[in-house]
């Protein structure tokens, strides 16, 4: 039996098992397995923290729940930065991820400002099949079209829509996060501008489905719509389980602040679940 936490950011949800001291026998078949929502604890992604080297206070390795792997989730780094900054007692804290090192600092208020890397805007960064403009890629259905990408560690396409509650995303999230521009799939937002400082936020997430947040696609959002002057480079990006400040710093860094929460713990027996 091994200690586990279930966490959350604005509702958006992890499992997290501690692997410092110990190697834990995780495979992508077990972390899918345990992430289910019906036969195991069920997330968004599956948290595993192993020891941090060279600088960095703990490496946070992240699985889909398919088992896939990830290389960002910045609702997942404010929450792991939030335990090792609760052991050290430090109130900065570098999470190190397969896409980079995350800076992470606490703030009033139960807030925590997470560094979460530049965004890369080119066509092979996101990736996208073929070389496209970043700007305006060439999907779109059902009169939701004309999205733009970057990569924040991990692909996002985000569509600008005019009244998102009209936006079937259950629907159009899984064809656009299979397009054939895609090859490694995407994060898929559906995003509503709704003043130069103020965006609504859907997210299909890859593998995940619809979610109540996602920490990488609100930093997809606010880039994107700065980038086609929809708003400054600072906004509240409002999703459907609370709001995070986004700032795209002029160094091409991405800033993002919002709380954590441990909605449980408990104990696991990996030996239950497939390896």
Known sequence: MVPFRKMHGLGNDFVVLDARRADLPITPRRAAAIADRRFGVGCDQFIVLEPGLDG??????????????A??????????????AAESGRDRVVVRTIAGDLPVER?????????????????????LAREVDTLHLPIGRDGVADPAACSMGNPHVTFFVPDLGAVPVT???????????????????????????????EVWERSAGRTLACGSAACAAIVNAARRGLTGRRAAVAL?????QMEWRAD???????????????MLDLGAYPA
């Open 71 to 84: 290389g960002a989730c910045g609702n997942a780094t404010r929450c792991i930065a939030s335990l090792v």
């Open 107 to 127: 703030l009033p208020g139960g807030l925590w400002r997470a560094d979460m890397g530049p965004a890369r805007l080119g066509w092979r960064d996101v990736p």
């Open 252 to 266: 091409g860094h991405v800033l993002m602040t919002g709380p954590v929460a441990t909605a449980f713990t408990g």
């Open 56 to 69: 960095a206070d703990v490496f946070m390795r992240i699985r889909n729940p398919d088992g896939s792997e």
């Open 240 to 244: 459907p389980g609370g709001t995070l």
């Open 171 to 201: 629907a159009l999230g899984p064809v656009f996060e299979h397009d054939a521009l895609l090859p490694e799939r995407a994060n898929i937002g559906f995003a509503q501008v709704l003043s130069p400082d103020h965006i609504r936020l």
